[in-house]
């Protein structure tokens, strides 16, 4: 079956200016995570999503990022008045259950000028 | 929180030769244990993993790893490489119980000379 999407594959931004990354999990996931995959840090989580429950935003790095699911299914990450140090390829992963393997979009790579 | 710890970030061998990548962890709970992989270009894909069980797990194409309690490792191990094996692997851990969120290692990147 499909696999998880995101989109866009690429995206270039002057700073400043705000973006909106958008995951599509595996149908049928209930629980969706986004990291982050930097130079220098390696892969950091950044939120997680599972079923109605209240998101665990405890990985977000300033509150210039926000996040939210719609419907239980697409997730956008939105990052506000973005900085240099957001570059970074911005991943996406959905788990059938809060304690299975997680399986992850090709990403967004965010560039911010 | 828990950290994961990778050692020698850049591997280069040759076909046929063996590779083992060793991945610690610090976290006072029961964890699960996982690899992924990262082919140039492509998206992480799952290697393996352990949960519970036979501490010596098996995954795609011929890698396993074994999972020692008392040392709080999980290294990665194939007998013989080959060229396609080049790509950055990632040792991965999350709580047993907990929100699920994986801590990742810096990974190991692992080119192969044909």
């Known amino acids: 079956g499909a696999g998880v999407s995101q989109s866009p594959s690429n995206k270039v931004t002057e700073k400043g200016k705000d973006v909106e990354l958008r995951c599509d999990p595996i149908s049928g996931h209930t629980a969706l995570y986004w990291y982050r995959q930097s130079l220098g840090q390696g892969l950091e989580f950044l939120i997680y999503?599972?079923?109605?429950?209240?998101?665990?935003k405890s990985g977000l790095p300033s509150d210039r990022f926000s996040a939210e699911r719609t419907g239980g299914s697409v997730s956008t990450l939105t990052i506000q008045r973005t900085q240099q140090e957001d570059s970074a390829v911005y991943l996406c992963?959905?788990?059938?259950?809060?304690?299975?393997?997680?399986?992850f979009g090709p990403g967004t790579r965010l560039t911010v000028l | 929180a828990q950290s994961v710890s990778q050692h020698n970030h850049h591997v280069i061998l040759s076909e046929a030769a063996s590779l083992e990548l060793g991945c610690n962890y610090s976290y006072g709970g029961t964890v699960n244990l996982f690899w992924y992989v990262q082919y140039p270009g492509q998206h992480l894909q799952l290697l393996l993993k352990y949960f519970s069980g036979d501490p010596l797990v098996k995954g795609i194409k011929g890698f396993e790893a074994e999972f020692i309690k008392s040392k709080f490792s999980f290294n990665l191990r194939k007998p013989s490489v080959q060229w396609s094996d080049t790509a950055e692997y990632f040792c991965a851990v999350n709580p047993r119980l907990g929100n699920n969120r994986l801590a990742f290692g810096k990974g190991n990147q692992v080119v192969v000379i044909p």
């Open positions: 999503f599972q079923g109605n429950s209240a998101p665990d």
């Open positions: 992963a959905s788990s059938r259950g809060q304690a299975n393997e997680q399986f």
